[in-house]
């Protein structure tokens, strides 16, 4: 298990252990997390998962593939730097304590 805390729209925190493997949509959706949509399941194809990741993390993640950037750029709401789709993001080591906050709107 990996321990992320998603921060959402109304600044409620809420610490979830997620299943190592298992993306960060889909821990927020097993979980109850308001603010993640998830439309398309997971397939990259929505947008309704985007999420913020905490900057000083970003090094911490793999870098967002053509897929996913166009994805962000074509359907998330409120674009910033630190903007990713949390059904690329998987639980792993790498990641525990893991800080995302979630817009206010989704696609």
Avoid at 4 to 16: A, M
């Amino acid at each position: 298990m990996v321990n992320i805390i998603y921060v959402e729209p109304s600044g409620t925190r809420k610490t979830i252990d997620v299943e190592d493997g298992w993306s960060l949509m889909q821990g927020a959706l097993a979980n109850g997390v308001d603010g993640i949509v998830g439309e398309c399941g997971g397939s990259c194809a929505c947008g309704t998962c985007h999420c913020y990741v905490e900057e000083a993390r970003l090094g911490d993640l793999a870098p967002p593939d053509a897929a996913e950037e166009d994805m962000l750029d074509t359907a998330a709401a409120e674009l910033r730097p630190t903007s990713r789709l949390a059904c690329q993001i998987k639980a792993t080591a790498a990641v525990e304590g893991l800080v995302v906050m979630l817009p206010e709107t989704q696609g």
